[in-house]
């Protein structure tokens, strides 16, 4: 059972250690595009009650927007996010958040940048199922 696994945290930053605190700061002092856009909607109605952190270490990684409320990550893939060497990265990273008992989803910069509206229709969804 995973709660009595010495891997799986139920605290809020899953066991990071000091060094992911401090680039997730960097990270959030300096934030793409996307995030910035992304970060404006969610700290907005109707997702504000949802409480959204911007870069929160969780385990070994930053998720770029995670609600504890909602155990949801939300990550925005810039264009390194292409390659075949980083896919494998980003799923083992999501294997990982879904051990934690986190739902993961996943926007390219391209679609917040050019399709908002989308992308709040989808993630309205994920948080209403």
């Known amino acids: 059972m995973?709660?009595?696994n010495p891997y799986h945290d139920n605290s809020m930053w899953k066991g990071a250690r000091?060094?992911?605190f401090k680039r997730a700061e960097h990270l959030r002092n300096n934030p793409t595009e996307a995030e910035k856009l992304l970060w404006e909607k969610l700290i907005c109605d109707p997702f504000k009650k949802f409480h959204f952190r911007r870069q929160h270490?969780?385990?070994n990684f930053i998720a770029d927007?995670?609600?504890h409320q909602l155990k949801l990550v939300?990550?925005?893939d810039g264009g390194y996010h292409e390659s075949a060497e980083q896919q494998i990265k980003d799923q083992l990273h999501t294997e990982l958040l879904h051990f934690q008992e986190l739902k993961v989803i996943r926007f390219t910069n391209q679609q917040i940048i050019q399709e908002m509206e989308t992308v709040l229709e989808i993630l309205s969804e994920k948080i209403n199922t």
């Open 57 to 59: 270490p969780i385990h």
């Open 65 to 67: 927007f995670y609600s």
């Open 74 to 76: 939300i990550e925005v």
């Open 18 to 20: 000091s060094e992911i």
């Open 2 to 4: 995973k709660k009595d």
